[in-house]
């Protein structure tokens, strides 16, 4: 009896053993293959996820992870940094870290994520966005986002170690090489008009190659939306891995002179001008150091002359 049972386990041993193989192989086919990291040019994926029941059925609960909902989103992603030759750890960790964040701090039934691989470019990148419904009246601003963040940074007083939130902020920021954020107005799966807030996260195969030239496509989008007496006021602010490299700013024409002159009497030089429409997108360079509470202070100021504009009479 003892011996059959000896036999019977080294046979349970071998058939788990099988299965393990099979499974690693089923990890590593993407990685061991000769052709897929050269062949997918480019590869999306997008998830309509139902906040609501994820945040009732998952959130705080004893689920089998397998089982979740976030599970399928971070094992996607991990196949997408394998097929650009990216660290599929980091890659995973920093999309886990956004989803929870939009779930768990979002807004409204619906958060969309999408995941893309761009391999046809020099330097090829997988860009990943999260995107929730904004409160009624709410709106983040550059300043509330790099406050959550510095919520995550040991050395900041800001720090603060029992914040989720804040150590997701600080680890989305230290795992990225190009990060944007966008407030826009869209109908969403309901098909209620809502006002929205999407997180991009971009991560390259060479953190220290070039980037991609940013096409501002998505506000672009944002600017179609708009009504003809509405503001347009959009920044944009291009980072070499941490630190801020050039900013773009996004007005009507007519307040651009005044913006390029507050700009340049504040260091900054105008290198490019994108003519849309009726808007104008500025990029300025300067060669100091670009300082954080300085740059807040130029939005503000910029802000201050696009407002002035449109709250002018008509003559």
């Given amino acids: ?65 397998k089982h979740g909902t976030m599970y399928e989103i971070k094992n996607q992603a991990y196949r997408f940094a394998h097929l650009l030759g990216i660290d599929p750890v980091s890659v995973r960790m920093m999309v886990t870290e956004a989803i929870q964040n939009v779930i768990e701090h979002g807004y409204g039934k619906y958060v969309i994520v999408t995941l893309e691989i761009h391999n046809d470019v020099v330097n090829p990148y997988m860009l990943c966005s999260f995107k929730h419904e904004m409160p009624p009246g709410k709106y983040y601003t550059l300043k509330e986002i790099e406050e959550n963040a510095l919520k995550g940074d040991a050395t900041s007083e800001f720090f603060d170690f029992e914040n989720s939130r804040g150590r997701g902020e600080f ?30 996260l971009i991560k390259y195969k060479n953190p220290q190659g070039p980037k991609e030239k940013v096409t501002f496509s998505e506000l672009k989008k944002e600017i179609d939306k708009l009504d003809i007496d509405d503001v347009v006021c959009y920044f944009h602010v291009h980072h070499i891995e941490s630190e801020p490299a050039a900013v773009t700013i996004a007005t009507l024409r007519s307040s651009a002179p005044k913006v390029a002159e507050l700009m340049e009497a504040n260091g900054f030089k105008l290198v490019e001008e994108e003519p849309y429409y009726r808007t104008i997108f500025a990029t300025y360079k300067t060669d100091k150091k670009i300082n954080k509470d300085e740059l807040l202070n130029l939005f503000a100021k910029v802000r201050y002359i696009v407002q002035q504009e449109f709250d002018a009479p008509l003559v």
């Fill in 171 to 200: 680890l989305m920021k230290e795992l990225t090489d190009e990060r944007r954020i966008i407030n826009g107005i869209e109908l969403n799966p309901d098909g209620k008009k809502i006002r929205y807030f999407k997180r991009i």
């Fill in 1 to 65: 009896m003892e011996q059959k049972t000896i036999e019977e386990l080294q046979k349970k041993i071998e058939q788990l053993e099988k299965e393990n193989k099979y499974l690693k192989e089923e990890l590593d086919y993407i990685k061991e293959s000769p052709y897929l990291q050269k062949s997918v040019s480019q590869l999306i994926y997008e998830a309509t996820i139902n906040r609501e029941e994820v945040i009732k059925n998952e959130f705080g609960k004893r689920i089998n992870e």
